[in-house]
Every structure is written in structure tokens, then in C-alpha cells.
């Protein structure tokens, strides 16, 4: 299985007169929304992109959380917020009409329970238009292509027969499996020692590209005692993952991306090192523009779950869905309700996002995981290099 070259890929796509482009991001997180902000920023309808409004789901009650989602509302007029336990702007608020399934589960919304939230069924309440598309975005989206956004909203919109179209996501889960199986997973252990003199402090990269770190000084199989299925923790915080020098007998022996699976679920959305691997990865096929090794026609889902990190909806669709049967928003507009009208939910390849972490890739080893990478930085330092340029001009 082979991508193609850029030249395929979608763009310049307008939506139909009557139809608006809303995007619809789950709020709840300043350090990866104030990347985000400047995709948002650059795909707006009035700087040349699709989207005529942004409505920011308040899923948080941090308060310096909140106080930037304020600073940003202030700053821009096409984007407002909606909070779901205040029923606004639908009057109402969700509750599931059966028990709930996603206890069990390592969610988001399960790790924090101070504030009176009933998983993401209730952010669902701010679709009120059905003739408009709704692009539903994960706040800690750290990437997406100028092309990703008409891509979707153009396979949905030809195609009446798909209940939603997903961006083709770097760290999504299931995708993560398609997208070793087309090859463009690279090397990459990490560093076993801090090259600071102090490793008290986080250290930050000073460049995003991968060209200019040093090779890995370990043998080919990785840092000693460190375990390529997550097990173990980050060696310290703000540590680079090098990769394998070329030519390296076993050059990919027993790396991360082995544990990955044909699932939604799994290593896939638990494992650490994966996710480090996956966007050290990313990162060096962004440097070199072949980030088209990723991109694929149409994955049909065939009703099984995916990871709606990124996701293209009628509104018509999810104003229908209502009640939802069940509290786990992902699993019933992938599953069940698709099912249920014989619609099923696709992946759009051709349009490309990266999803920074699953909360068990963020939480693990109480936080000594993937948040204990130099990554985020990396993607800051890229979008402020790039999306925050007048790219449209």
C-alpha cells in the first residue's frame, strides 16, 4: 500500500450557498488550543479558508483556561463559546436515557471531576443549524493541512451516503496502524541523558526539525532498560527522541510502532512511546514535504469505532441523533446511529490532521509520558513558523 504525490490531493473546494462551515472545538486546554488558534485563525472564511465561525465547547473550570478562552473570544468575532451545563444556546441539556458505558474507560472527561459535566454528549447541544457542516476538532489538534478542511467538507457533501467524513489523523488511533502499514514510521529511541546541566528545569528545543538532531548514541534496539510498549516512563522531562543512525543493522527492531494493532483502542491510544514515535515521525516528514506517504482515497469504517478527533457533520445528522442512547458520544455517532441508517462514517485520506495524545499516552507514569517530551514545543515552533504566516496572500 503506497500514498501518492501532492499533486492529488483536494483543494479549492466552495460549499453550497446555503451551507455554513462551523468549527466545533472541545475546549478545555490553553497549551494546545493556543497552537490550534493559529489554524483556526488561518482557515477562516474572512482570511481565505472555509470556516465562517468557530464555537469553543467550555469543557473546563480552570480559570486560566478559561480567562485565555476569553482573551481569544475578545480578540476574534467569528469565534464564541457554548457551555452545555448552561444549556445554551439550544435551552436545553443532555442526558442519557440509558446507564453509563464509559465509566470504565480512560477518557478525558473522567479525570477531572470537579465540574458538572456529563461526558461530551451535552457539547453536542451547540449544533443548532442542520443545513450547516459542523467540523468537530479535538483542542489539542497541533496540525492540519490548508487542504484538510475542503477536503472533508467536499466528501461529505458529494456523498449523501456517509453519516460523517474523519480527517486522515496522525495519532488517531485506528489510523495509526494504516499509516505504519503505508511506511512512514522512522526510527526514533530517546535520549537516555540530558545534555543540560540541570535536569530540574524542562529543557526546549531551539529548532522543530528533526534534521537537526543528533543520531542516537544507543544500539539499535534502544536506551537500555527503556520498553517500547510504554511501560516505562520518560527518562526526563522536556527529553528529545533521536533517530537511529542510517544504515543501522535492525535499524527497526522492537520499536514503538510494533505494538500497534488493527484497533481503535488498544496500544494504539495507550501506549506513549507510540505517540512520541508517531509525531517525531511526522515531524520529519513535514521537514522533508513528503508528508503525502500518509494520504489514501477513502477508508470505510464499516460501522467499527474511530477516534472523532476530527470530524466532518451535517447538522441536519446530529440534531437527528438526539437523544443519543448512550453517554459515549464517539462510540454512537460512529457506531450505533450510522448503523442504525446504514450510513457509515469514512475517512477522508486525502485530508491530513495530527491529534497530540489520548489521555492514557498523557497520563501515564503520573504524567512522566508523552507530556514529558519536547513535542509540543516542536509543533508550536511550526505553526508559529508557518500558519501564522498570510499563506492565503
Given at each position: 500500500m503506497h500514498g501518492f504525490p501532492p499533486s492529488e490531493t483536494n483543494g479549492g473546494y466552495t460549499p453550497p450557498a446555503d451551507a455554513k462551515v462551523i468549527g466545533l472545538v472541545f475546549y478545555g486546554r490553553k497549551e494546545f488550543v493556543s497552537i490550534l488558534d493559529l489554524y483556526l485563525k488561518r482557515?477562516?472564511?474572512?482570511?481565505?479558508?472555509?470556516?465562517?465561525?468557530?464555537?469553543?465547547?467550555?469543557?473546563?473550570n480552570k480559570t486560566h483556561d478559561l480567562e485565555y478562552l476569553d482573551e481569544l473570544l475578545s480578540q476574534q468575532p467569528q469565534y464564541s463559546k457554548y457551555i452545555p451545563t448552561q444549556g445554551k444556546p439550544s435551552g436545553e441539556i443532555c442526558v442519557p436515557t440509558v446507564p453509563s458505558i464509559t465509566e470504565g474507560l480512560k477518557l478525558d472527561w473522567c479525570t477531572d471531576k470537579s465540574g458538572p459535566f456529563d461526558g461530551w454528549v451535552s457539547s453536542w447541544k451547540a449544533v443548532v443549524e442542520p443545513e450547516n457542516i459542523y467540523i468537530k476538532i479535538d483542542d489539542d489538534i497541533v496540525?492540519?493541512?490548508?487542504?484538510?478542511?475542503?477536503?472533508?467538507?467536499?466528501?461529505?457533501?458529494?456523498?449523501?451516503?456517509y453519516f460523517a467524513v474523519s480527517a486522515n489523523v496522525v495519532n488517531g488511533g485506528f489510523s495509526s496502524w494504516v499509516h505504519r502499514r503505508l511506511g512512514v514510521y522512522a526510527p526514533y529511541w530517546p535520549e537516555s541523558k540530558s545534555i543540560q546541566p540541570t535536569t530540574?528545569?524542562?529543557?526546549?528545543p531551539t529548532c522543530w526539525r528533526p534534521?537537526?538532531?543528533?543520531?542516537?548514541?544507543?544500539?539499535?534496539?534502544?536506551?537500555?532498560?527503556?520498553?517500547?510498549?510504554?511501560?516505562?516512563?520518560?527518562?526526563?522531562?522536556?527529553?528529545?527522541?533521536?533517530?537511529?543512525?542510517?544504515?543501522?543493522?535492525?535499524?527497526?527492531?522492537?520499536?514503538?510502532?510494533?505494538?500497534?494493532?488493527?484497533?481503535?483502542w488498544g496500544p494504539n491510544t495507550e501506549n506513549w512511546t507510540v505517540a512520541a514515535q508517531t509525531h517525531y515521525s511526522f515531524l520529519q516528514h513535514l521537514e522533508q514535504?513528503?508528508?503525502?506517504?500518509?494520504?489514501?482515497?477513502?477508508?470505510?469504517?464499516?460501522?467499527?469505532?474511530?477516534?472523532?478527533?476530527?470530524?466532518?457533520?451535517?447538522?441536519?445528522?446530529?440534531?437527528?441523533?438526539f437523544p443519543f442512547t448512550c453517554d459515549d458520544d464517539e462510540f454512537y455517532l460512529t457506531c450505533i446511529r450510522p448503523k442504525e441508517l446504514a450510513r457509515p462514517v469514512v475517512i477522508n485520506g486525502t485530508g491530513l490532521a495530527a491529534h497530540f495524545a489520548f489521555n492514557p499516552q498523557r497520563v501515564a507514569h503520573d504524567g512522566k509520558?508523552?507530556?514529558?517530551?519536547?513535542?509540543?514545543?516542536?509543533?508550536?515552533?511550526?505553526?508559529?513558523?508557518?500558519?501564522?504566516?498570510d499563506f492565503y496572500l
Open positions: 482557515n477562516l472564511r474572512v482570511n481565505g479558508g472555509l470556516l465562517d465561525e468557530v464555537i469553543f465547547v467550555v469543557k473546563t496540525y492540519f493541512e490548508d487542504s484538510t478542511i475542503p477536503a472533508l467538507c467536499e466528501k461529505l457533501v458529494n456523498n449523501p451516503q530540574t528545569s524542562k529543557s526546549k534534521s537537526k538532531l543528533p543520531p542516537h548514541a544507543e544500539l539499535s534496539e534502544g536506551p537500555p532498560d527503556f520498553r517500547a510498549d510504554g511501560t516505562t516512563p520518560a527518562p526526563f522531562q522536556g527529553h528529545r527522541w533521536l533517530p537511529v543512525r542510517p544504515g543501522t543493522a535492525k535499524a527497526r527492531k522492537g520499536l514503538p510502532d510494533d505494538t500497534l494493532i488493527f484497533d481503535a514535504d513528503t508528508t503525502w506517504r500518509y494520504k489514501f482515497d477513502t477508508w470505510d469504517m464499516d460501522y467499527e469505532r474511530l477516534a472523532i478527533t476530527f470530524l466532518a457533520i451535517r447538522g441536519k445528522d446530529v440534531i437527528d441523533s509520558s508523552i507530556m514529558w517530551t519536547d513535542l509540543l514545543d516542536r509543533y508550536r515552533m511550526f505553526a508559529e513558523e508557518t500558519a501564522g504566516t
